[in-house]
Nanobody, 123 residues
Framework: QVQLVESGGKLVQAGGSLRLSCAASGGTFSSYAMGWFRQAPGKGREFVATISGTRGTTSYADPVKGRFTISRDNIKNEVYLQMNSLKPEDTAVYFC????????????????WGQGTQVTVSS
């Protein structure tokens, strides 16, 4: 069983930057692909970024390409989401997720989820 705890969400002005962190425990961290998803009020959960377990290969959703960067530290058992040039439409609860195996962009393929951290971008 893997436990995930996100942190770093807060209120930020448009154009600003924020780094989210997700601490994992309870498994062999490098065996898991990690993903970030987000859910805005009244909307479904949306893929943001994913990173493979060992090579660190990444994929991003089109709306965040060039602005967000996912990374991981397999010693600290943490995954990060660096968010730059934030826009009001980035406002959402951001979730960290883990799946055993390869990267995925579909939320139902992830076995473990954190509780989420709120990011609010003011215009």
């Amino acid at each position: 069983q893997v436990q995930l705890v996100e942190s770093g969400g807060k209120l930020v002005q448009a154009g600003g930057s924020l780094r989210l962190s997700c601490a994992a425990s309870g498994g062999t961290f490098s065996s898991y692909a990690m993903g970030w998803f987000r859910q805005a009020p009244g909307k479904g959960r949306e893929f943001v970024a994913t990173i493979s377990g060992t090579r660190g290969t990444t994929s991003y959703a089109d709306p965040v390409k060039g602005r967000f960067t996912i990374s991981r530290d397999n010693i600290k058992n943490e995954v990060y989401l660096q968010m730059n040039s934030l826009k009001p439409e980035d406002t959402a609860v951001y979730f960290c997720a883990a799946r055993l195996g390869t990267r995925a962009t579909i939320s139902v393929l992830y076995e473990y989820w954190g509780q989420g951290t709120q990011v609010t971008v003011s215009s």
